[in-house]
């Protein structure tokens, strides 16, 4: 995201809806588990996961760009 839209809520908005929209879903069509990946250097997003409940289970020492 860019630097000057930070700090504006949009991701915080933008996963809330997904994550609204995502548990009025029939349960017969949601998965169990959802992953996210994300680069240990995007401390913003991790943050932003971690509000929201999302745990580190895994944590690589690489990310592919």
Same mark, same amino acid.
């Given at each position: ?22 548990? @009025? =879903? &029939? $349960?017969?069509?949601?998965? %169990? ?8 250097? @995007? =401390? &913003? $997003?991790?943050?932003?996961? %971690? ?15």
């Amino acid at each position: 995201m860019s630097r000057p839209l930070r700090g504006q809520g949009l991701g915080t908005a933008c996963l809330g809806l997904f994550l609204k929209t995502y548990t @009025n =879903l &029939p $349960a017969d069509q949601r998965t %169990k588990t959802i992953y996210l990946q994300v680069s240990g250097d @995007n =401390l &913003p $997003a991790v943050a932003l996961y %971690k509000k929201a409940g999302f745990k580190i289970r895994e944590s690589l020492s690489y990310y592919l760009y």
